[in-house]
């Protein structure tokens, strides 16, 4: 396997850093967020039901699915990006663990 610069190293790890406070930041707004303001955001309704009700009981979990697997879907197109590719690299390493 090849060696990477410390430059490429540090930009898909500062890349990869971003996207995980992103999507962090987007589940405490939703789980956090909608309870702090749960005053105002009952007077929308969702679904037949307060908005705040809904975010609480199924909004959430729902959310944070979407969440998942977009976070694999950015994730991927990072890893293709700098030159990451699982599949060449079980091709190099035979199908074999390295141990360190």
Not at 17 to 31: A, C, D, H, P, Q
Not at 48 to 67: D, T
Request: aromatic share 16%.
């Amino acid at each position: 396997m090849k060696k990477v610069d410390k430059a490429t190293a540090d930009a898909y790890f500062k890349a990869r850093t971003r996207l995980i406070v992103i999507f962090l930041s987007i589940g405490f707004l939703v789980s956090f967020g909608v309870v702090a303001f749960a005053e105002f955001f009952s007077q929308f309704k969702f679904m037949g039901v307060e908005f705040h009700y809904y975010m609480g009981s199924q909004g959430a979990v729902v959310v944070f699915i979407i969440c998942l697997f977009l976070n694999a879907i950015l994730s991927d197109k990072i890893d293709k990006k700098f030159g990451i590719d699982d599949e060449a690299n079980s091709r190099i390493s035979g199908g074999k663990t390295a141990d360190h």
